[in-house]
């Protein structure tokens, strides 16, 4: 199955599960490294810069777009998703992927707004639960002030079904009428670098009024 089904099926999980996910997995144990300084870091590596539904950001230049093609999202939710190519040619799965998606609604919003943590509780699982992983830890958040809005980020470990740890970041933001969350998920490579790089992106997260 397509990566873009799987994340669509596992938003469609997130958002059709009556009752909340609960918060079941390990703390993780904060490192020297993953400590947030509280600041924006720049980023070292070349970027491009993608727009999204208002929003600005950027990603290293190893992300490309994918094509979702599908219908089955509701008509208030917009998703946007990027892979990063595996070294092996051969590998089916990429080395990293990452999705965006906007979702207009009150409850949403009030939700993100009043338990920013169970928010991110509830998007990770039914992304991660639709292409069959496991969140074995979730982290602290990490608050980051961007403009006028507060983006929240959450480290978390997955596993596959033969045991392989992912590293990925859950994050989240509520507009004025709107919320945005984002899935990170490192699958090879060096996770630790890559994920601090990709925080590091979400820090350009930012809205543009139209």
Known sequence: MRLSSLLTLGLLACLCAIPACSDNSTALKPSPTAQPSGEIQRIEKKSQVHKFEGYVFELPVRFK??????????????????????????????????????????????????????????????????????????????????????????PIVLSNNDGTEILGLAAASAGKDHSINIMYMGFSGDHVENAKEIESCLGTFEYEAK
């Open 65 to 154: 777009s994918v094509e979702t093609g599908d219908t089955s999202l509701p008509r208030n939710i917009k998703m946007i998703s990027f892979t990063a190519p595996a070294g092996n040619v051969e590998s089916k799965t990429p080395q990293e992927s990452f999705v965006a998606v906007r979702m207009s609604d009150e409850q949403a919003v009030a939700e993100m707004r009043k338990a920013p943590r169970q928010a991110l509780v509830n998007f990770s699982a039914g992304v991660s639960d639709g292409q069959g992983l496991k969140v074995l830890q979730r982290g602290e958040l990490r608050p980051q002030r961007i403009g006028d809005q507060v983006i929240y980020v959450m």
